[in-house]
Each structure stands twice: as structure tokens, then as C-alpha cells.
């Protein structure tokens, strides 16, 4: 049984685990490695090395295979010293070894303009509008949600417009938010609240709503008062859910990151992609975006070994 | 049918069983029932639960409800409890009237119902710290109480570290330690395996006759319903009506030995044939095994 590799919803060996999430990145390593360093896969572009006779070409300048050809072509006909090149992949995208370079250099190249900044301060920055954008919306989501799924009366007074919200594009608020609270980060925060908020009301109602109903009729056969109900048995009884909601929410939360900081004046690590884009510093362009990556999965999986700590009685979380 | 020269009516009580029913009859009443009706309406109109239901029981009585599926003995045992409303009728306990849940009705559900979030410990103090009870004296009174159901040492563990029974020792536990009139039950073994069960029997039948406490049990097993009962009301399904209410025969004190005395076996039959009514006899030769049947193994492949 345990030598079976698909044996229907059944969990695996821990090594076996290990070794398919490192494969589960490795594998789309594999295929990048692939494309950018075997030649005949993809490289529609050539990098010239030699220009020959021909009058607009530049050492290490990108141009088109068909261009390169009709010039080398044309260079045959008329008798005179044909370019040289070899082939190669579009400047947008870079070969890994210079994304893993650009990881380094990027946080020791110092600012192009004088009064730009570093890139762990842009990121600095960013973390900053997730982290408030993130708690004032959980200020007030999470009672909300907790209280809308343990009372109907909560449920059927604000689920209904927040269920209308929910769908407007958090985005489409950014021309009122500069509006409202000027070009710095209180628009940005705006933009990740607005995002974040009104799915949290709805799924942490619902996930309080899921709490079985014969542990609130235990505490009432026990004596328990309606009020003492929700701090006694509801908060406890749904903490360790609502956290793992919160987690996923905080991940939404990133992905409304980018545009949020588009807002305004650009600014985190939106700012600094932008900048390295314009530049066509593509390679600094995927680290940082894989420093979001890295940044997210790692807070993720700090919090997932928190919840064990805190709520040693959840069975899920222990089987994790 | 065989004569059988044992047989006795499910009736007959001994002077000893007799003696103690006189007794049993003079305590004061715990819980009263009168005409209790409960009406339901869905979307195929009204559906009655149960209907006029009456009966009383006795300051340190143990009563069975049992009945067909469908015959209410959940919504009944739930309406004591107050989680249910009623339509007309009444219930009294110590002749004051049910209005809701309350600490004066302990229940135990046959889901256990346990916090998994508290400890043992903090679930069965649960009912003294929400009813105020300082918490030095809660845990003082608490810790009898698990010895009582033999699980001290289990005190800190929570309740998915322990099988069924256990779970079920500490919910009659919790359910106690609040010191009820009266010990709802829904079926409360119903998810035990069948030696697990025995055992829960035996050591109920246990903590019954050592504590104060008047106990009300559903259980669809007739076998349980006898072993514990000193009376079973038996419920009738569609509406959800009195059928009977049995005096147990069975002397005390029982144990599961007993299971093949002519009381017993008496009380059974009666049960039997209230819940599993003689049908209508069906045509013989339409069930008779057939005298030649299809041979699906090898002719040489005999078993006798």
C-alpha cells in the first residue's frame, strides 16, 4: 500500500512529500532553464556578434531571425562581409542565471536617480500598505463576519449590500480614493481594504456559520446565556478556521498589491518594477517579483507552524 | 409454537420488584408531562411529532423512551431539554414550567458534543464557570467528578486524544457536574461499538445508584432499554403518541447476565411486539428457497 505513488486520497511518506514539493518547483525551473539555454527550443532573436557590412547593426544588438537572414541575404548578393550571430531569446526574458544574479545585485545596486531608493526600502514600503491595509480591514471584518454568521439578524442587515460590493472592482475606487486621502500611501491602503474587506466579511460569516450547532446547544443545556454564547463557545470554537481564512486572505491581499500602489504616487516595489521595466532591467523586474513570491510563501508557512502552537487541538492543522 | 412452560406475562413483578415500585411511586415527582403536542410546518403542511404525551417520573426514577423511527423521541427528549418549543401542553419540572435550556435538565447527545478546544478538565468545568462558580472551587469539584467517571488521569487531554466511551464519560461528567434534576440521554451509546456500549451500560447503571439524579434515556436498542429501565415509555410513530409505559419486571440490581431470565425474555417479547407490529402474513411460496438452485461453484468444492 504504502509503495503506491496514486493510491486514491491517501497521504504519502514524508520523504516522498519532500521530494515532490522541491520537484513542484523544480519543474518549472526545468522548463525555463530549457527555453532560455537550449537554442533550437525557442529564440526567435538573434544577438549580433559581428555586424559585418551591414550598416545599422551593433555588436550585442537583438534583431529578428527573418531579419537577420533577409540582411544576410542581401549582404551575399552584393559580395560584401556578412554579419555574424547567434541566437537568442527576447530581452523580456532572461536566462535564470541572470535573475538569480539580479537577486543579489539588486539589493546592492544603489538608486538610479538620486532620490530613489534602495530596493529593500521600496519593499519596505510595500509591506507596510499590505500589514495596515490588512489589519483595518480585519478590524473590522472580522467582527463583522463572526457576528453576521452567529446572528441573523447581522447576516440579513449587511451580507446583502456586501454581496452587491464585493463585485466592484477595488481598482475602479483608486481615482476617488487620491481624492479622498491625498497621493501617498492612505489611497494604497484604501485600495488593499476595499479588496480585502468585503470577501472577509462573507467568508468568515460563513465559516462561523459552519460551527457545529450541538456545541451551542451543549452550552445551553449547560447554562449558558445567550450572551456568554458567542465569547465562550463561537469565538473559541471557530479560531483556529478563521485563521486559516486570515491567511488566505492575506494573500489576496498581496495580489491587490500591485495596483494599489499604482495609485497615486507609484511607490514600493510597484515603483521600483516599473522603473527596472523602463529600463529593460527585466532580470531585476523577476526578482523582484519573486521576492513577493518568497515574501508570501514564507509568511504563509510561518503563520501555518504558529497555528499548530496556538491551537493544539485542531485536528487538521496537526495533520498538515 | 413450542409450549414453553417458563413463560410469564411481562406483567408479573415479584413481591421485590412490586415493593420497590410502591416506593418508587411515593417520591416526589421530577418531571411531569401533560398532553404535550408539537406540530410542525413545512412546506408539505403540518406534520405532528408527537401528540399528547403525558407521563411523570419520580425523584431518582430511570425511564427509557423507546419506538419505531420517526416516532419523535428525539423532538420529545429535545423539548424537555428547552431546545425545542412545543405547541400546547405542559412541562413541569418540579412542577414549575420549561421555558427554555437550563442547568436544572443535564444532556448528553449521542454526538458527544464535546469543546474540542477545552481540555477534559476545562469541558466539565464549563457548566460551574458559566454559572459562576469561582474557579478554585470549580476545579476542586471537578476533579471528583472525573474520578467518579474514571478519568483523572485523563484531566488534561483533549477530547480527540480519547475513543468514544470516553468522550461519552466525560460528556455525562460535564452534564453532572452541574447537579441537574434530571439526565436527558439521546441515545447517548448509539456510536459505541457493541463491547464498548456493555460496558457504558453497566458502569451508568454505576453512577446511578450512587448520586442524586433522575434519568431520562432514549435509546433505540431493546435489549439496553430493559437492562437499564425501572419504567419504558414506549412511543408509536406517525403521529409520535404513548403507546405504553412498562413497569420493568427485571429485578434489581441487573447486569447484561440477566439477559435470558423469563422477565426478561417477557419484557422483550412485549417491547417486540409494540415496536415490530405482526404484519399481514405474506404468501409462503413467494419466499420459499427454491428446491434446485443454480450451482455457481466447481461440483468436487463442497463446504458440507
Not at chain 1, 520537484?23 to 518549472?28: C, D, M, Q, R, V
Not at chain 2, 441537574?180 to 456500549?197: K, S, V, W, Y
Not at chain 2, 429485578?251 to 412485549?270: G, H, M, N, Y
Amino acid at each position: 500500500m504504502g509503495s503506491n505513488w496514486f493510491a486514491v486520497r491517501q497521504e504519502l511518506t514524508p520523504e516522498r512529500r519532500k521530494i515532490l514539493a522541491i520537484a513542484s518547483f523544480l519543474l518549472p525551473l526545468l522548463v525555463w532553464a530549457l527555453v532560455s539555454y537550449v537554442p533550437f527550443i525557442w529564440h526567435p532573436m538573434v544577438k549580433v556578434t559581428s555586424p559585418g557590412d551591414v550598416e545599422y547593426f551593433q555588436v550585442d544588438m537583438l534583431v529578428n531571425k527573418v531579419t537577420f537572414e533577409e540582411e544576410t541575404a542581401t549582404m551575399q548578393e552584393e559580395g560584401k562581409q556578412l554579419p555574424l550571430g547567434e541566437p537568442s531569446n527576447p530581452i523580456y526574458l532572461p536566462p535564470p542565471h541572470k535573475v538569480v544574479e539580479a537577486l543579489y545585485t539588486a539589493f546592492t545596486t544603489p538608486p538610479v536617480q538620486r532620490d530613489g531608493l534602495w530596493l529593500h526600502q521600496s519593499l519596505w514600503q510595500s509591506i507596510q500598505v499590505i500589514f495596515w491595509g490588512f489589519v483595518i480591514s480585519s478590524l473590522v471584518g472580522v467582527p463583522l463576519g463572526i457576528l453576521s454568521g452567529t446572528y441573523s439578524a447581522v447576516s440579513r442587515l449587511f451580507e446583502p449590500f456586501i454581496e452587491f460590493f464585493r463585485y466592484l472592482p477595488a481598482p475602479a475606487f483608486g481615482a476617488l480614493a487620491v481624492a479622498v486621502l491625498g497621493i501617498y500611501d492612505g489611497p494604497k491602503i484604501a485600495i488593499i481594504v476595499i479588496g480585502t474587506f468585503f470577501q472577509q466579511v462573507l467568508i468568515i460569516s460563513n465559516t462561523t456559520r459552519k460551527l457545529d450547532y450541538s456545541l451551542l446547544e451543549a452550552a445551553m443545556t449547560l447554562g449558558t446565556s445567550r450572551w456568554k454564547l458567542l465569547r465562550h463557545v463561537v469565538i473559541p470554537g471557530v479560531l483556529p478556521e478563521l485563521y486559516r481564512d486570515q491567511r488566505i486572505l492575506l494573500g489576496w491581499a498581496w495580489t491587490y498589491l500591485i495596483v494599489a500602489e499604482l495609485i497615486g504616487t507609484s511607490s514600493g516595489i510597484t515603483w521600483f518594477i516599473t522603473q527596472q521595466a523602463r529600463y529593460e532591467h527585466f532580470e531585476n523586474v523577476y526578482a523582484a517579483i519573486l521576492i513577493i513570491g518568497i515574501i508570501g510563501l514564507g509568511t504563509d508557512m510561518v503563520l501555518a507552524r504558529l497555528g499548530k502552537r496556538l491551537f493544539p487541538w485542531d485536528k487538521p492543522a496537526n495533520k498538515e | 409454537m413450542q409450549a414453553n412452560t417458563d413463560q410469564i406475562s411481562y406483567l408479573t413483578q415479584s413481591e421485590a420488584v412490586k415493593a420497590r415500585f410502591d416506593k418508587l411511586k411515593q417520591r416526589e415527582v421530577i418531571l411531569e408531562v401533560k398532553n404535550l403536542t408539537k406540530v410542525y410546518h413545512g412546506a408539505k403542511g403540518e406534520t405532528t411529532a408527537l401528540k399528547d404525551v403525558s407521563f411523570k417520573t419520580h425523584r431518582r426514577e430511570f425511564v427509557c423512551v423507546i419506538g419505531p423511527s420517526g416516532c419523535g423521541k428525539s423532538t420529545l427528549i429535545r423539548t424537555l431539554a428547552g431546545l425545542e418549543s412545543y405547541t400546547s401542553g405542559e412541562v413541569l419540572l418540579d412542577g414549575k414550567p420549561v421555558t427554555g435550556p437550563g442547568r436544572d435538565r443535564g444532556m448528553v447527545f449521542q454526538g458527544y458534543t464535546l469543546f474540542p478546544w477545552l481540555s477534559v478538565k476545562k469541558n466539565v468545568m464549563f457548566g460551574l464557570e458559566m454559572n459562576g462558580m469561582p474557579s478554585e472551587e470549580a476545579s476542586r469539584e471537578v476533579a471528583l467528578w472525573l474520578e467518579l467517571v474514571g478519568l483523572e488521569k485523563f484531566a488534561n487531554a483533549y477530547p480527540h486524544e480519547l475513543s468514544g466511551g470516553m468522550k461519552q464519560r466525560v460528556a455525562i461528567a460535564r452534564a453532572l457536574v452541574n447537579q441537574p434534576r434530571i439526565l436527558l440521554m439521546d441515545e447517548p451509546f448509539g456510536a459505541l461499538d457493541a463491547q464498548t456500549r456493555c460496558k457504558m451500560q453497566t458502569h451508568l447503571l454505576e453512577i446511578w445508584r450512587n448520586i442524586d439524579i433522575t434519568i431520562l434515556f432514549i435509546t433505540h436498542d431493546l435489549d439496553e432499554a430493559i437492562l437499564l429501565a425501572d419504567r419504558i415509555l414506549v412511543l408509536k410513530a406517525h403521529p409520535g403518541e404513548v403507546q405504553e409505559l412498562i413497569e420493568v419486571s427485571v429485578p434489581r440490581p441487573r447486569s447484561p447476565d440477566q439477559l435470558f431470565t423469563p422477565e426478561f425474555i417477557a419484557t422483550k417479547a412485549r417491547l417486540e411486539e409494540l415496536i415490530h407490529p405482526p404484519t399481514e402474513p405474506v404468501d409462503e411460496d413467494a419466499v420459499s428457497v427454491p428446491s434446485r438452485m443454480i450451482r455457481f461453484v466447481n461440483v468436487a468444492d463442497n463446504v458440507e
